[in-house]
């Protein structure tokens, strides 16, 4: 970075930008102060203590794959559960959003069940497809649950329906539907990079959950890249 920038983020209630003058990164959540991002003193390597006590500790990640979106977690402690997460990027420049042509994403998904408690841990993939020249969005997600043991199970598949993207846009949004649920989901995201080339989206949708067969709430994000 070379400039004061405050990333575009979805997700939970976490606001991180870059403050040129410091030369260094900050973050906020809704009550507090924007704060400087400093090494914790965890021997897991990138975990940065937020706010500065041994409280809470954050975890910055930078897929692999990616250049212009990243992912954060805020947790109680090394050992604790985590508590927000979000993704965050730079965002595509209004007017440098393809306006032609066609492209598809592919993307990961980072989620947990929706209360005060993280006890289950939600995972996946999907695609979405863009048709830049059309203005239309169609995809799919298939989100996996694990309870914090080696048991991963398969939640099914969840299509896109009520879709809104229009010719240009730098966001988009729509609605999540599963075949054995009458509850419809929701997800609205924007692009990052030059020219659209990552995306991120936040996503709430409606479970069965695989073990109590009760019904609840699934929450998180999803990062993706064409």
């Known amino acids: ?18 403050d040129e003058v410091s030369k260094s990164y900050e973050i906020r959540l809704s009550d507090s ?7 914790g003193g965890s021997s897991s390597q990138g975990e940065q203590h937020f706010p500065a006590s041994n409280i809470y500790g954050l975890t910055v990640a930078k897929p692999s794959a990616y250049q212009y979106t990243a992912v954060a977690t805020q947790f109680e402690n090394s050992w604790g559960y985590p508590l927000q997460a979000i993704a965050f990027g730079v965002p595509t420049a209004a007017g440098d959003v393809p306006i032609t042509g066609a492209a598809n994403y592919d993307f990961s998904i980072s989620g947990r069940n929706e209360g005060n408690d993280w006890s289950y841990i939600v995972g996946g993939n999907g695609q979405m497809s863009f048709d830049f020249s059309a ?3 169609s ?10 043991t080696e048991d991963t199970r398969a939640l099914g598949r969840y299509d896109f329906v009520n879709t809104v993207y229009g010719v240009g846009s ?11 649920l009458l509850e419809l989901g929701q997800f609205d995201g924007r692009f990052n990079g ?13 479970y069965i959950n695989p073990w109590t067969e009760s019904a609840g709430h699934i929450v998180g994000f999803w ?3 064409k």
């Open 1 to 18: 970075m070379t400039a004061d920038t405050t990333f575009a983020t979805v997700g939970d209630d976490i606001d991180i930008r870059w």
């Open 33 to 39: 102060d924007w704060t400087r991002l400093n090494y």
């Open 135 to 137: 203005g239309t969005l």
């Open 139 to 148: 995809g799919h997600f298939e989100p996996t649950i694990n309870n914090w």
């Open 170 to 180: 730098t966001t988009f949004s729509g609605e999540l539907k599963h075949a054995s």
């Open 194 to 206: 030059p020219q659209a080339s990552e995306l991120m989206a936040q996503w709430r949708a409606p």
């Open 223 to 225: 990062i993706g890249k």
